[in-house]
C-alpha cells in the first residue's frame, strides 16, 4: 500500500468530515447566491457522504482523530450522537487521569482543543473546562498562552528555529494553529450556531460554568455568521440582542431548561 494511502486511511473520517463541512458551505453560498441546482447538488453529495461516514464510525472509532471532528465543527455525527458520546468518553478516559490531568504529554495540541469542542456541542462543557485549564496550566510561555506541536523543532532549516526565540526549543512553538483553535473554542463557549437542524439555533454560554450564574455577566460583540450577538445574565434571565437577520436562541445548559430569555432584535 502507498504511503499517501496508508495516511489518508489513517485519518479517513477526519478528511471526510472535513469534505463535508466544505460541500455544506458551498452549497449554502450557492443558495444565497441563487444558483439553487449547484446548492441542491452539494447538498446531495454532503447528505450522501455523511451517510458513507456514520456507516464507518464503529470500525473507526478507535482512531483518536474521529474525537476531533465528529460534531464540531458541522455536526457530521449528529445522528448518532449517543454513540459518539460514548466512545468519546471511553476515549477520554484512556488519554486522561482521574483528575482529568493528560496521563501523557499531548503532542498534536490543536486536536486535544477540537476534542474539547466536541464537548462543548455534546453539552458537557466540564470535559471542555478540564482540557481548558490544563492547557492555561501548561503553556511554553507562561501568560502568553503559547503552546506547542510535536517533540522538538522540526522547521530547522536555515534560520527558522531561532525566529521562534528558542535557543534549545523543546516542541514547534509558538503554533499558531493552536491558538486559532483555542480562540474558536472560547468565543463558541459564549456563543455558537447550532445549525445541523431544519432551523438554525444560536446557544448562549454553553462554556458557562454554574458558578458563575451567582452574579451578573455581560458579553457583547460576538460574530455569528453576519451578525452580532450581545448577551446578559441579570442573574435570573438571559437578555439577547442580535443585529441583524431573526435567528432563534436558546439558553446553553448551564442556565437549565427553563431558563427566561428576553430577545431583541436590533435593525
Request: charged content about 20%; proline content about 5%.
Amino acid at each position: 500500500m502507498p504511503k499517501s494511502t496508508r495516511i489518508l486511511r489513517k485519518i479517513l473520517l477526519f478528511i471526510n468530515a472535513a469534505s463535508f463541512s466544505g460541500l455544506k458551505h458551498a452549497a449554502r453560498l450557492a443558495a444565497i447566491t441563487g444558483h439553487d441546482e449547484e446548492a441542491k447538488a452539494w447538498n446531495h453529495e454532503a447528505e450522501t457522504l455523511q451517510q458513507a461516514w456514520i456507516n464507518a464510525f464503529d470500525k473507526e472509532s478507535g482512531n483518536e482523530r474521529t474525537y476531533i471532528c465528529s460534531l464540531w465543527p458541522d455536526w457530521i455525527g449528529q445522528p448518532i450522537q449517543s454513540k459518539f458520546s460514548e466512545k468519546a468518553l471511553s476515549n477520554w478516559n484512556q488519554v486522561h487521569d482521574s483528575v482529568g490531568d493528560y496521563k501523557a504529554l499531548p503532542l498534536w495540541t490543536y486536536f486535544d482543543f477540537a476534542s474539547a469542542h466536541q464537548w462543548l456541542f455534546l453539552q458537557q462543557p466540564e470535559y471542555t473546562w478540564k482540557t481548558l485549564e490544563w492547557f492555561w496550566q501548561h503553556q511554553c510561555s507562561p501568560g502568553l498562552y503559547s503552546w506547542w506541536e510535536g517533540n522538538g523543532e522540526e522547521n530547522s532549516s536555515g534560520r527558522w528555529a531561532n525566529v521562534r526565540g528558542w535557543v534549545h526549543p523543546k516542541h514547534v512553538t509558538p503554533h499558531y494553529w493552536t491558538a486559532a483553535m483555542a480562540l474558536a473554542l472560547q468565543l463558541d463557549m459564549l456563543a455558537f450556531l447550532d445549525d445541523h437542524g431544519p432551523e438554525p439555533v444560536v446557544v448562549i454560554g454553553e462554556g458557562v460554568k454554574p458558578e458563575w450564574l451567582s452574579q451578573p455577566m455581560k458579553v457583547e460583540g460576538i460574530r455569528l455568521h453576519g451578525n452580532t450577538i450581545n448577551w446578559q445574565w441579570d442573574g435570573k434571565a438571559l437578555h439577547v440582542s442580535v443585529r441583524g437577520t431573526k435567528m432563534k436562541i436558546k439558553a446553553g445548559s448551564p442556565f437549565g431548561e427553563n431558563a427566561k430569555i428576553d430577545i431583541e432584535y436590533l435593525n
